[in-house]
Nanobody, 112 residues
């Protein structure tokens, strides 16, 4: 079973860049034809798919966040990373990385 673990700061200030890393074990992020996703859930709201990076490094983003989102990977570490720029309190959420399996999620709060 593939395991995913999110890591990164739990508190970010408004206008800064949120950076999270997902470390994958029990599987490779280059396995065809897997994709590796970032998903978030703001308090009291539903899940929002933010974007993904494919096994071949190709990236996909949801249109509403595309201008602020970047997903990259480090194949040597079997990790993929989310960067979200110019954050506001509306970006406060639990952030998940996922493929077929999900990480446990990490709370990120954006302070004013």
């Amino acid at each position: 079973q593939v395991q995913l673990q999110e890591s990164g700061p739990g508190l970010v200030k408004t206008s800064q860049t949120l950076s999270l890393t997902c470390t994958v074990s029990g599987g490779s992020i280059t396995t065809p034809y897997d994709s590796w996703n970032w998903i978030r859930q703001p308090p009291g709201k539903g899940l929002e798919w933010m974007g993904a990076i494919g096994y071949n490094g190709k990236t996909f983003y949801t249109p509403s966040l595309k201008s602020r989102t970047s997903i990259s990977r480090d194949t040597s570490k079997n990790q993929f990373t989310l960067q979200l720029t110019s954050v506001t309190p509306e970006d406060t959420a639990v952030y998940y990385c996922a493929s077929l399996d999900w990480g446990q999620g990490t709370q990120v709060t954006v302070s004013t």
